[in-house]
């Protein structure tokens, strides 16, 4: 199983970015996506996640309405749409997978079990 995270940049302070998770080599009927982020020097946090299967998505109360999560599943691809950006929202975004889980999604690290690489987000005027 492989994930291609894209779509991180630079964007000014209340842009916004669609990050792009793009999974391959994944067999399971049901799994569930996450998105993470990590800052220097900080712990990695969960953003949102969504069930492939059932599309029951879950968001962190950090992010609250600033972010949307979809999916498509003709091209294997979950996406992060994120708006009114800050600053600190700067950080290294990651995608990973859940292959255990039959319904819904968790936003517990340890539940992944396969991680992208990183797409790096900068918010900066």
């Known amino acids: 199983v492989q994930l291609q995270a894209s779509g991180g940049g630079l964007v000014q302070p209340g842009g916004s970015l669609r990050l792009s998770c793009t999974v391959s080599?994944?067999?399971?009927?049901?799994?569930?996506i996450a998105w993470f982020r990590q800052a220097p020097g900080k712990e990695r946090e969960g953003l949102s996640c969504?069930?492939?299967?059932?599309?029951?998505?879950n968001y962190a109360d950090l992010v609250g309405e600033r972010v949307a999560i979809s999916r498509d599943n003709r091209n294997n691809t979950v996406y992060l749409q994120m708006g009114s950006l800050k600053p600190e929202d700067a950080a290294v975004y990651y995608c990973?997978?859940?292959?255990?889980?039959?319904?819904?999604?968790?936003?517990?690290?340890?539940?992944?079990?396969?991680w992208g690489q990183g797409t790096q987000v900068t918010v900066s005027s």
């Open positions: 990973a997978v859940d292959r255990k889980i039959v319904r819904g999604c968790l936003l517990l690290r340890l539940a992944y079990d396969t």
């Open positions: 080599g994944i067999t399971a009927d049901s799994y569930a």
């Open positions: 969504i069930n492939i299967s059932d599309g029951i998505k």
